[in-house]
């Protein structure tokens, strides 16, 4: 189990925009790492209520269990590592082996026997260091529609916003309202 804080800092991207980015960089679409998000909440809504989120992330072999909470500048980020059988019973309500994810939504008065699985999102990633944090170019797909995204994650929040101001403004990007992938992807389900 690990506990931190998250401090993003996002920008929706057009198509184009997003090549350029990777030209930029030296990187192609293919260099991507596809991962998947299956998004987790009650019949009624009680994590998105309280601003949180809850996914399971597949990313190969690879999985884990996060509960996203709000902080002051960020997110608070508890997540438990899983092995494929067990992120496969939460995904199918057989069972919750994320025991300190488990204890979390426990005092948020959120149980695994309510849960549902709201959905799932795949993302062909590109991270890589910038500077003073991680620079990430998602392409992200789900309910039928794409988006496009730029990332970068930061431990100080004031460098890192002056950073991020400066490499939209050098790449002559506008500085978009750009929601978190699951609130885009809550968005999208009620469209459908």
């Known amino acids: 189990m690990t506990k931190e804080l998250e401090i993003e800092f ?4 057009t198509r ?10 030296g990187y192609k679409e293919h260099d991507a790492v596809t991962q998947t998000n299956h998004y987790f909440d009650t019949t009624d809504y ?3 209520n309280q601003k949180s989120a809850l996914r399971i992330r597949e990313k190969g072999q690879q999985m884990e269990c996060t509960l996203k909470t709000p902080a002051e500048n960020g997110y608070y980020e ?5 092995n494929p059988p067990q992120a496969r019973d939460i995904i199918e309500n057989r069972g919750f082996a994320a025991s ?7 005092e948020m008065d959120v149980f695994p026997e309510n849960l549902i699985r709201l959905g799932s999102l795949t993302t062909h990633r590109i991270e890589f260091p910038y500077k003073k944090g ?4 998602d392409h992200s797909e789900y309910h039928g529609t794409e988006d496009f995204e730029l990332e970068y994650e930061v431990e100080d929040y004031d460098t890192g916003k002056q950073i991020f101001k400066d490499l939209l403004d050098g790449a002559g990007i506008p500085a978009r309202s750009t929601d978190k992938k699951i609130a885009r992807f809550m968005s999208s389900a009620k469209k459908r």
């Open 10 to 13: 996002k920008n929706l991207l």
């Open 16 to 25: 184009e925009e997003y090549i350029n980015l990777l030209e930029r960089f």
């Open 46 to 48: 009680i994590l998105r």
């Open 78 to 82: 508890i997540t438990d590592k899983l």
């Open 100 to 106: 300190e994810v488990k204890e979390a939504l426990a």
């Open 134 to 137: 991680l620079l990430v170019l």
